[in-house]
């Protein structure tokens, strides 16, 4: 079966300083991937979906950036980070192919807390 | 006008109770749905997954499409306390690869 691994779970960083995020999925292959931010009583914002490696196309214009090292791999990075970068951070997979129509099914998130 | 419009509740309801969850869209395009829940510092989990008008059962949970009127509803019979979280509508926007767009979610809370 797939599973979708996500860390760290929880993390404090002050302001300016970089983030990594890392997000693995097993149990499939050539998964479309996706990064979506949840803010406090608001629904899901996806951030970034990739369908393949070094394929990542960018929803909003934001202070953060996605990279795809690997097949099943999907990392969220930043350089500098903003208070506005607060958030829960998701990760998610669906099975591949362009015209896909399959559900997407998510990891247990990064609560990210920027002070 | 959102895409997907979902009210924010919070919805609190006695155990055993019918609940019923709702959503309006706006875009008749790619109308495949999907319920998803979100209990507390975790992800969604897939609840239901329709594409056609109608009823779509699944244990204790029906979820109810209406093209006509753009509306998508999620019934939970014989509620239970540990069905106390959050419900997100997604509607499924395919444009190269799948995307979701999701309401804003219902916070729902079932008392013993």
């Known amino acids: 079966s797939q599973t979708i691994h996500q860390w760290p779970a929880t993390l404090v960083q002050p302001v300016g300083s970089p983030l990594s995020l890392e997000c693995t999925v097993e149990?499939?292959?050539?998964?479309?991937l996706y990064w979506y931010r949840q803010a406090a009583g608001r629904g899901l914002q996806l951030l970034f979906y990739s369908i393949g490696i070094d394929q990542i196309s960018s929803e909003v214009p934001q202070n953060l950036s996605a990279s795809r090292p690997q097949d099943r791999q999907f990392i969220l990075s930043s350089k500098k980070l903003l208070l506005s970068d607060s958030g829960f951070y998701l990760c998610?997979?669906?099975?591949?192919?362009?015209?896909?129509?399959?559900?997407?099914?998510f990891g247990d998130g990064t609560r990210l807390s920027i002070l | 006008q959102k895409e997907v419009e979902q009210d924010p509740g919070p919805l609190s309801v006695p155990e055993g109770a019918i609940v019923s969850l709702n959503c309006t869209y706006s875009n008749s395009a790619f109308q495949y749905f999907m319920w998803y829940r979100q209990y507390s510092r975790k992800g969604p989990e897939l609840l239901m997954y329709?594409?056609?008008?109608g009823n779509k059962e699944d244990g204790r949970f029906t979820a109810q499409v209406d093209k006509s009127s753009k509306y998508i509803s999620l019934f939970i019979r014989d509620s239970q306390p540990s069905d106390s979280a959050t419900y997100l509508c997604a509607r499924v926007r395919i444009q190269g690869a799948q995307k979701l767009v999701f309401g804003q979610g219902t916070r729902l809370t079932i008392n013993p």
């Open positions: 998610a997979w669906s099975a591949g192919g362009s015209y896909s129509n399959q559900p997407q099914h």
């Open positions: 329709t594409y056609s008008s």
């Open positions: 149990g499939t292959s050539n998964p479309n």
